[in-house]
């Protein structure tokens, strides 16, 4: 970006990074998923964007980055800093309502409750998890463990459909 330029609004960038897809769920943005923190203009034209992985040994951070790296670029601004923050973690309470709608259309049940909820599942107490195709609650885990380590199996007694459910962390 030159020196005559106009710098985009932080608004502009925040609806720019909307359209960057998590790698692993594409139908949800970094915006979506609350992975982006903060957008900030710095010592003048210096964007500074700050990421928080889902988790510290999240294999998709370093492609994430490269994404947002690239959109940004693609839009006139090459000198992006991206700052890692891990503190506080990252949590599923940081998804956005939108964000929780498309991974609904996308067959993903969105995280039931917050993740200060714990203690519920602590105490073992049965979660009630809605099929993302039917809508029905009458739904059965069939391992702890999805497609991804962030994610549960279920099966939809209804319509009889497998799905994930991302887990509330």
């Known amino acids: 970006m030159t020196a005559t330029a106009t710098r985009p609004s932080v608004e502009q960038v925040w609806a720019w990074l909307g359209e960057v897809p998590d790698p692993e769920i594409p139908a949800v943005s970094v915006v979506d998923l609350g992975i982006v923190r903060d957008v900030r203009w710095e010592d003048?034209?210096?964007l500074v964007v700050t990421v928080t992985p889902t988790y510290s040994g999240c294999p998709a951070t370093g492609f994430i980055s490269l994404a947002i790296e690239?959109?940004?670029r693609e839009k006139g601004l090459p000198g992006v800093r991206l700052e890692r923050r891990i503190a506080p973690p990252w949590t599923t309470d940081w998804i956005s309502p939108a964000g929780r709608d498309k991974l609904r259309a996308y067959g993903i049940a969105p995280p039931v409750g917050k993740a200060a909820g714990l203690e519920r599942m602590l105490?073992?107490?049965p979660l009630t998890i809605a099929c993302p195709r039917c809508g029905s609650t009458d739904t059965a885990r069939i391992s702890?463990?999805?497609s991804t380590p962030c994610k549960a199996?279920?099966?939809?007694?209804?319509?009889l459909?497998?799905?994930d459910y991302f887990k509330c962390h």
Do not use: H, K
């Open 44 to 46: 003048g034209d210096g």
């Open 70 to 72: 690239q959109t940004l």
């Open 123 to 125: 105490a073992r107490q």
């Open 161 to 163: 459909e497998p799905f």
């Open 153 to 159: 199996q279920y099966r939809c007694r209804a319509c």
């Open 144 to 146: 702890e463990f999805g």
